[in-house]
């Protein structure tokens, strides 16, 4: 399959763009450019995946899709709006948990539903409240504290602080990266089942290409600049047109899912040799040792 372009793979009005954007951080002889040139267009109830190198921009391009941060160049869209600062319309998940330790589960929810919905009469937002709690699988759990949670849990904790926003965008940064597998098949199995359930946008950034293929109905590689001190940008995009619901053990016996997979790494890899070439990388020289004298210790570095 050949990959598309980012900008041919969306054809109907998007409901998040970004057009020419870049971003730089620092200024002068320490200005660092992370992103140029970045076009993507996302569909309403399109589940997009970001895949890329560690260090190539990823959570910056998280954080503009969310309004926290602004483009130095470029323009960041909403409904084809301008998009000038974070909103209830974007919920996040990033890749630390940042709950507040004192608060039990349920009340770490319970933020984000006040924060929406302070208006409604408290016994709605309670409701409200406690079906997000069990939307996550946590109702059992909802009087603990996180120091009494597993990091899987925490993160179902965070995802539900999320959803309790009824955002029509939910922008994840690797929110599964330090789970243990099991607990990391699990929780892929949930945010697919919700984001097809509540019709979710969804831009997932993640450095796992199975994972990718898994959720995504797009997959997006953000390519690194080809030697050190250049800018990331995106030039190709992968859709995965694997019905859904799509089950892990079976899609390793799907040949469309092992040619995305080969294709994808494939190219992956190319990325990275150029990366390299561009980048010679040189062992750093080893102190000259004098040999071991046995009973005498370790060998002795010659000054």
């Known amino acids: 399959m050949t990959p598309q372009l980012p900008e041919e793979a969306t054809k109907a009005a998007p409901l998040l763009e970004l057009r020419g954007v870049a971003k730089h951080y620092g200024s002068g002889a320490h200005r660092a450019p992370v ?15 970001v895949v890329g190198f560690s260090g190539t921009g990823k959570t910056t391009l998280v ?5 926290l941060s ?13 998009m000038r600062e974070p909103g209830p319309d974007r919920g996040v998940v990033f890749q630390s948990y940042a709950l507040l330790p004192w608060l039990t589960v349920l009340e770490n929810v319970r933020l984000a539903v006040d924060a929406v919905a302070g208006e409604r009469h408290r016994g709605e937002r309670e409701l409200r409240t406690k079906e997000i709690v069990a939307l996550v699988g946590l109702s059992h ?3 603990k504290h996180p120091r009494e949670l597993s990091g899987g849990m925490r993160q179902r904790v965070a995802l539900a602080r999320a959803l309790a926003q009824d955002p029509q965008i939910l922008l994840l940064d690797e929110p599964l990266g330090a789970l243990d597998a099991l ?36 997959v997006i590689p953000l390519e690194p600049g080809a030697a050190p001190g250049e ?23 799907d040949i469309e899912f092992r040619k995305l997979r080969n294709e994808l790494t494939s190219h992956l890899l190319a990325l990275g040799a150029r990366r390299r070439a561009g980048r010679p990388i040189a062992p750093p020289p080893l102190p000259p040792l004098e040999p071991r004298v046995p009973g005498q210790g370790l060998p002795r570095v010659v000054r």
């Open 35 to 49: 992103l140029e040139g970045i076009s993507l267009a996302i569909g309403e109830g399109e589940f997009v995946a």
């Open 63 to 67: 954080n503009l899709l969310a309004g």
């Open 70 to 82: 602004t483009p130095d160049a470029g323009e960041v869209l909403l409904r084809g709006e301008p």
């Open 141 to 143: 759990a909802s009087d």
């Open 183 to 218: 607990t990391r098949a699990n929780l892929q199995r949930e945010l697919a089942a919700i984001a097809l359930r509540q019709r979710k946008t969804v831009v997932l950034v993640t450095n796992d290409i199975d994972e990718a293929l898994l959720l995504s109905d797009r």
């Open 231 to 253: 800018p990331a940008r995106i030039r190709a995009s992968f859709p995965v047109a694997i019905p859904r619901p799509r089950d892990r053990a079976a899609l390793n016996h």
